[in-house]
């Protein structure tokens, strides 16, 4: 029996995670509906806001689901031909999918390194900076009043960082308004060469270690910019690309396994159109 069977022999009511009119959707059957789709990723299954989007999602589709059965629409001529065509073609994917599935001991660890060693070279890491911010918000679009009052923070901004033995964690703690990398000092994080807004990266090459950028207009306002440390482009680790290997060979085999499948099945069952009837269709 499962847990949810057990829980119902001793009385207990599986959990209301929502409810939209007279239907409720249960803890369990979302978990069960997330487990059902391709592609589901644990990120989904662990993000309490991607959760409650999917139960809305859920709820709102068995609402809409409710009053199709209520005036009966499963049952007009054109909606039965579009079940079985979908039936099908979820039962001919499926049936697919089992035969193109890799063996569980694929890839091996030898298989591993033998594809790293052969790719390394092309799975280059991007050219990569360490970066903290100070960020004074002023749109391009705000009022001058607005601007105004702006550009006298990030001249005082300027004054604190010119001082002599100047924190710049500190103040972007107390000054920075981008709350989030304010409340670490500022501090952004590893960034790709081409994860960096083209204005900013310009100025990169120029600033050495620890230092600080003059203040860089964006449309969203200016950012003064300390580089923290610089990671040159390189190619990556085993462990770096282990696990994304790992998926690309199972991926590549399954491709693989199906092209192999359907050819076989090609081959005891000859594919024939008639080009005669196909041009009449096309007319």
Same mark, same amino acid.
Not at 20 to 28: A, K, L, S
Not at 158 to 169: G, M
Not at 190 to 196: G, P, R, S, V
Not at 211 to 235: F, N, Q
């Given at each position: ?13 599986? /959990? ?5 009119? %007279? ?15 391709e592609g589901a990723s644990t990120n989904t299954a662990n993000n309490p806001q991607a959760l409650g989007q999917y139960a809305r999602a859920l709820l *709102? ?16 001529? #054109? ?6 065509? #979908? ?52 749109? +391009? ?5 607005a601007q105004a009052k702006a550009k006298s923070k990030l001249e005082e901004v300027r004054k604190q960082l010119a001082a002599k033995d100047a924190d ?63 990671? +040159? ?7 770096? =690309?282990? %696990?994304?290997?790992? /998926?690309? *060979? ?11 499948? =359907? ?19 096309a007319k």
């Amino acid at each position: 029996l499962s847990l949810t069977a057990v829980s119902h022999l001793y009385g207990e009511a599986p /959990a209301v995670l929502g409810r939209i009119g %007279d239907i409720e959707v249960t803890t369990e059957q979302l978990r069960e509906s997330i487990a059902g789709i391709e592609g589901a990723s644990t990120n989904t299954a662990n993000n309490p806001q991607a959760l409650g989007q999917y139960a809305r999602a859920l709820l *709102l589709q068995r609402l809409v689901l409710q009053q199709a059965r209520e005036q009966k629409w499963d049952q007009e001529p #054109a909606v039965i031909a579009r079940m079985v065509r #979908a039936r099908e073609a979820v039962l001919s994917e499926s049936y697919l999918e089992s035969k193109s599935k890799p063996d569980a001991s694929y890839p091996s660890e030898q298989e591993i390194k033998e594809a790293y060693e052969a790719n390394k070279s092309k799975l280059l890491i991007p050219k990569s900076y360490e970066l903290a911010q100070i960020f004074i918000e002023s749109p +391009e679009s705000a009022d001058p009043a607005a601007q105004a009052k702006a550009k006298s923070k990030l001249e005082e901004v300027r004054k604190q960082l010119a001082a002599k033995d100047a924190d710049f964690s500190n103040i972007a703690r107390t000054s920075s308004d981008e709350k989030s990398s304010a409340e670490n000092g500022g501090k952004i994080g590893w960034l790709a060469e081409n994860q960096i807004q083209p204005e900013i990266r310009s100025k990169l090459p120029d600033l050495k270690l620890k230092a600080v950028s003059e203040p860089i207009r964006l449309d969203d306002g200016w950012h003064i910019i300390k580089l923290l440390d610089v990671r +040159e482009a390189r190619p990556p680790t085993l462990d770096e =690309i282990r %696990d994304n290997l790992f /998926a690309s *060979l199972r991926e590549e085999k399954s491709r693989e396994l199906r092209q192999n499948y =359907i050819a076989e099945l090609l081959k005891k069952h000859p594919l024939a159109i008639n080009e005669i009837e196909l041009m009449k269709l096309a007319k």
